[in-house]
């Protein structure tokens, strides 16, 4: 084992010599700790780079999440929607074959009355329910 230390510190020795005829001796081991410098940096950029990419993909999976969630609640708002129009529509085609104004006015003015409010007016609440991990009932 000491043997093969040796002769790599044989063999980085023979580098340095060699380079040390081409560049001074003081540069030599200069540029080598410039190298070394630069290997670490670079190492080091890599560790910086792998985290980037770990934290975007757990970035994008939440991302996802929320789509996911957002896709039902709206499902479930517009489903909850279709279903109050088709009910007025169904209270507006009893008032018509029975032919009760009374009964056709109670359906177009709460179709009108569902047509007319948006589930998103309080968007920013429901939003910040979201985030804030609240319960939400649909």
Known sequence: MKKIKKLRDKSNISIIDKASEIIPAADVSKFFQDLMYVYNENKKIDLEIEEIKVKKEVLLQEMELKYQLYNKIFYEIFSE???????????????????????????????SEIVTTSPFLDFQSLSNALENKEKIEI
């Open 81 to 111: 929607r279709r279903i109050s129009i088709n009910k007025s529509f169904e209270i507006i085609d009893k008032g018509i074959a029975e032919q009760d104004r009374e009964i056709i006015s109670l359906g177009l003015s709460t179709l």
